[in-house]
C-alpha cells in the first residue's frame, strides 16, 4: 500500500476530531519519514487551523505540507545558454550513473543542449564501464582515467574538452563511498575546487541523487554531502516503488534543499521536474 492511501483512509469517515486524532496523525506522519519534531509540529499545526472548521483535514494538511516544501530555496533547472557543469553526488547504489544518463538526455531532448559525461566515480570500474555504454546509447561523448585515477583530473579534462568543442554540458558523476567518509569529503571538496577554478563563468550545479526508498537515512546522506560542497538540489530515483517520501519534506526546511527532478523508471525520457502541489497532493492520498 502506497503511503498516501494510508493517510487517506486514515481521514477516510472520521468524525469525532479530538486530540487523539492528531497524536495518532503524528504517529502516522513518522512513520511517513518524518522527523518526529517535525511530525509532532505538523499535526500541531494542522489542529491550530481546523480550531473553528474541522471539514477537509486531507485537504487542509496537503496545503501545509505544500507550505513547508516551499521553504527550500529556489532553484532554476533550466540549463544557461552558455556552458553548464552538473556534479551528480551520492552514496553507492542510490543510481548515480543512470541519472547522469537521463539528465543528459533530457538536456538534449528538452533544451537542445549537447553534453559530455565525465566518469568522476574513478574508484568503481563498473561505473566508469556502466557510464560509457550510457554514452554509447546517448550518442555522447565520455571522458573517462583509468580507475583509481584523480576524479578531479577527470572533471578538468571534461571542462577542459566542452570548451575547447563548443559543448554546453558536463555532467559528472562521481563516487560515493560513504565507508570513508572524511576521504569521500575531501575529494568532493577537490572537485569543486576544480570546476570554481576551471569553470568560473559556467553555470555550476550541484545535485544529490536519493533513493527516494532510503526513509530518514536519505536526511543524514544530505547532511554529509551538504556540509562538503553546498547542494543546489535533489534528485529522487524509485519514486515509483514503495516510497513513503516524508523526508523530502525535512530536507525542505531543515536544510532548504529542494527537489529538482523525480525520477519513476528505468528509461532515459523517466525523469521528471519536482511538482510541489503534486507531491503534498500524492503523499496526503488526494491524487
Known sequence: ???????????????????ELYDDLCDLLIEGDFGAAQAYKMSELLKENCKKDTDNL???????????????????SIPDSGLTAV????????????????????????????SILAAADTFRAAAIDQLKIHGEKLDTRVVAHKTGGDPAAVVYDALEA???SGIEAVIADTAGRMHTKSALVEELKKIDRVVEAKAADARYLKYLVLDATTGRN????AEIFNSAVALDGV????YDSTAKGGVV??????????????CTGEKYSDIELFDKE???KEFTGIA
Open 1 to 19: 500500500m502506497k503511503f498516501g492511501d494510508k493517510l487517506k483512509n486514515f481521514f477516510s469517515g472520521k468524525n469525532n476530531i479530538n486530540d
Open 58 to 76: 486531507q485537504q487542509k494538511l496537503s496545503q501545509l505540507l505544500e507550505e513547508e516544501l516551499k521553504k527550500a530555496k529556489n532553484h532554476n
Open 87 to 114: 556534479l551528480i553526488l551520492g552514496v553507492n547504489g542510490v543510481g548515480k550513473t543512470t541519472t547522469a544518463a537521463k539528465l543528459c538526455n533530457l538536456y538534449k531532448t528538452q533544451y537542445n543542449k549537447k
Open 162 to 164: 566542452a570548451k575547447s
Open 218 to 221: 536519505a536526511f543524514a546522506q
Open 235 to 238: 534528485i529522487l530515483t524509485k
Open 249 to 262: 519534506f525535512s530536507l525542505a526546511v531543515e536544510l532548504q534543499l529542494p527537489v529538482v527532478y523525480v
Open 278 to 280: 503534486k507531491f503534498a
